[in-house]
């Protein structure tokens, strides 16, 4: 677990405004005391934010960068940043060095998958959510990690997950195989029958485009399943 200097992040964190002093508190206390990794992806983003503006909370901000981030291709999201309102130069900037910092020491790419659980570290925080996240991971022919995407947010169903939506990216990747992955928020990792039915249905497409559906992965708190180690695919 990444231990911070308390004294280093209440410096770096700074003031925001009123409305959200008690949540950013709650945030830098959990970091303090259970590390870094237990805040949410929003709350990081707030965290690098420091503050809002007058007129726009840091909380309200940092979900539209959060928005901006997992919608925009990296070599124009810069440039949407910059469009967000309450998102200045400087603050534009810091976040895509923090992106770029951890792309350069902790990036995911060409990581090995071997088995189910190689992937989890890689995947956890989304089990800090309070909302379904569907991921796609796209593989190269040595199950090597392409890229991790998220493709919706929300409870899973058919009209969600469209196969055009999940392939689109993994076709652009010229992925050899790929493993999709979802959190489930109450915890139970147990597959539903939306999650059952959009797994074969999604198996089809993949066989039909010749690209291996290696796994389908929900992932809790505590526990995660897999459709392969079940001897569901």
Same mark, same amino acid.
């Given at each position: 677990?990444?231990?911070?200097?308390?004294?280093?992040?209440?410096?770096?964190?700074?003031?925001?405004?009123?409305?959200?002093?008690?949540?950013?508190?709650?945030?830098?206390?959990?970091?303090?005391?259970?590390?870094?990794?237990?805040?949410?992806?929003?709350?990081?983003?707030?965290?690098?934010?420091?503050?809002?503006?007058?007129?726009?909370?840091?909380?309200?901000?940092?979900?539209?960068?959060?928005?901006?981030?997992?919608?925009?291709?990296?070599?124009?999201?810069?440039?949407?940043?910059?469009?967000?309102?309450?998102?200045?130069?400087?603050?534009?900037?810091?976040?895509?060095?923090?992106?770029?910092?951890?792309?350069?020491?902790?990036?995911?790419?060409?990581?090995?998958?071997?088995?189910?659980?190689?992937?989890?570290?890689?995947?956890?925080?989304?089990?800090?959510?309070?909302?379904?996240?569907? $991921?796609? !991971? /796209? #593989?190269?022919?040595?199950?090597? *990690?392409? @890229?991790?995407?998220?493709? %919706?947010?929300? &409870?899973?169903?058919?009209?969600?997950?469209?196969?055009?939506?999940?392939?689109?990216?993994?076709?652009?990747?010229?992925?050899?195989?790929?493993?999709?992955?979802?959190?489930?928020?109450?915890?139970?990792?147990?597959?539903?029958?939306?999650?059952?039915?959009?797994?074969?249905?999604?198996?089809?497409?993949?066989?039909? $485009?010749? !690209? /291996? #559906?290696?796994?389908?992965?929900? *992932?809790? @708190?505590?526990?995660?399943? %897999?459709?392969? &180690?079940?001897?569901?695919?």
């Amino acid at each position: 677990m990444i231990q911070l200097n308390q004294s280093a992040i209440f410096s770096y964190i700074g003031n925001i405004s009123d409305d959200c002093e008690s949540k950013k508190l709650n945030i830098r206390e959990r970091v303090w005391k259970n590390g870094i990794e237990c805040a949410t992806t929003e709350e990081l983003i707030m965290l690098i934010l420091g503050s809002g503006t007058k007129e726009r909370s840091v909380a309200v901000i940092a979900k539209d960068v959060l928005s901006c981030i997992s919608k925009c291709d990296p070599e124009c999201l810069f440039f949407e940043l910059k469009c967000i309102k309450g998102i200045s130069l400087g603050k534009a900037a810091a976040i895509m060095a923090s992106l770029e910092l951890g792309r350069r020491n902790y990036g995911m790419g060409g990581t090995i998958i071997k088995k189910p659980k190689d992937l989890i570290p890689l995947v956890q925080h989304y089990t800090l959510e309070s909302r379904e996240h569907f $991921l796609c !991971i /796209t #593989l190269n022919g040595a199950h090597e *990690i392409i @890229k991790i995407r998220e493709i %919706s947010v929300g &409870s899973l169903n058919r009209s969600l997950i469209h196969p055009r939506e999940v392939f689109v990216n993994v076709l652009k990747d010229h992925a050899a195989a790929i493993i999709i992955c979802h959190n489930h928020p109450s915890g139970r990792t147990e597959p539903s029958e939306n999650d059952i039915e959009i797994t074969a249905r999604l198996k089809d497409c993949a066989d039909l $485009l010749g !690209i /291996t #559906l290696l796994d389908h992965l929900i *992932i809790g @708190k505590e526990s995660y399943y %897999s459709f392969s &180690s079940a001897c569901l695919l």
